[in-house]
Nanobody
């Protein structure tokens, strides 16, 4: 059974930092990704990393501010978020893919709130 457990969300002032974690178990995965969804908005892609090679991809709106990384030994992916803005406020979800297609498994989400 695949399990994704997210942690690290919270309330932070604009300009601050948070680090999200996503611990995975149950399978070997090809890619991890972070998505987010703000109230009244569609879910959007934030960043992804390939498990074997560590190749990363970012949405334009987080480039230079967010960093995705992985700890293979802990089967955990991190999202370091710096220079946070109020518009980064959202529920952040991690997702994993077994191959190169859709993300088959999703975490429960962790709330990030950035105050101005």
């Amino acid at each position: 059974q695949v399990q994704l457990v997210e942690s690290g969300g919270g309330l932070v002032q604009a300009g601050g930092s948070l680090r999200l974690s996503c611990a995975a178990s149950g399978r070997t995965f090809s890619r991890f990704a972070w998505f987010r969804q703000a109230p009244g908005k569609e879910r959007e892609f934030v960043a992804r990393i390939s498990w074997n090679l560590g190749i990363t991809t970012y949405a334009e709106f987080v480039k230079g501010r967010f960093t995705i990384s992985r700890d293979n030994a802990k089967n955990t992916v991190y999202l370091q978020m710096n220079s946070l803005k109020p518009e980064d406020t959202a529920n952040y979800y991690c997702a994993v893919s077994l191959g190169a297609g859709n993300y088959e498994y999703w975490g429960q989400g962790t709330q990030v709130t950035v105050s101005s």
